[in-house]
């Protein structure tokens, strides 16, 4: 995903320093190189939103069953230490969580292109509107850069504790499992103080956490940039 973004910025970049050598801004009243830029920029857009359209399912689906994986294999030792061995299968409680899961990383991934060509664009139209110089359009269009990329991570560390909490819930469910403790992961810079407070407490895994910050019943990673994770209890018809 990374690299398709910075696919994207280069292109921008080497279409818009042509675009406006071309068409530079004019002080008279001339309106044609502001037309012939929106119309180049509206191509351009189209042409990236149609990349990531296309890429975003096939992105989102080798994401999500290599942390759907990652999740069962984790499930699968804490168990086998606590003196049973399963074998996970994809059930249709689990299929449907990947494919809820999945709808939202489509959806995410497909967010990224339209958010930052609409920055690219009114960086652009200011520019001519004030008849700025290319070097200072090209600086503010690389400035945009970054906040592309940041978000391109933070949907994928915050969708990766989401598929984590979806489908731990879902395997817990499918084998009885009740009730699991909340694990804070102490992870981040400024914790939610909610949830440092719940480390350690149990939960229905039918339910959730309630969370009074949120006003609602939460389950661990499912807030955005939430790392908490959870620890199943055992059942006492599973013990040996």
């Known amino acids: 995903m990374l690299a398709l973004i910075d696919e994207m910025h280069t292109s921008v970049l080497h279409w818009v320093r042509a675009t406006y050598r071309a ?24 042409r990236w939103q149609e990349r990531f359209d296309d890429a975003a399912p096939k992105i989102a689906e080798a994401y999500l069953k290599g942390s759907f994986k990652a999740t069962d294999s984790a499930m699968r030792a804490a168990l086998k230490d606590a003196g049973w061995t399963i074998k996970f299968e994809m ?14 990383n489509v959806g995410l991934i497909r967010s990224i292109p339209e958010q930052y060509l609409q920055q690219v664009q009114g960086a652009v139209m200011r520019s001519y509107t004030r008849g700025r110089d ?32 979806v489908v731990t819930q879902a395997r817990q469910t499918e084998l009885g499992i009740t009730e699991s403790i909340w694990m804070h992961s102490h992870a981040g810079k400024t ?11 149990r939960y229905p895994v039918d339910r959730g956490m309630w969370d009074s910050a949120v006003q609602r019943f939460i389950f661990p990673g499912e807030e955005i940039n939430c790392r908490c994770t959870s620890r199943s209890i055992l059942p006492f018809q599973f013990s040996k």
């Open 91 to 104: 059930t249709p409680v689990v299929r449907e969580a990947f494919e809820a899961s999945l709808a939202e």
């Open 134 to 165: 290319l070097q200072s359009l090209v600086a503010s269009l690389k400035a945009l850069y970054p906040a592309a990329s940041n978000r391109a991570v933070l949907i994928a560390r915050d969708q990766s504790n989401k598929a984590n909490s």
């Open 23 to 46: 068409e530079p801004p004019l002080i008279a009243q001339d309106a044609s190189p502001v037309r012939v830029m929106r119309m180049k920029m509206k191509a351009l857009a189209l």
């Open 191 to 201: 914790p939610r103080p909610t949830h440092v407070a719940m480390n350690g407490k």
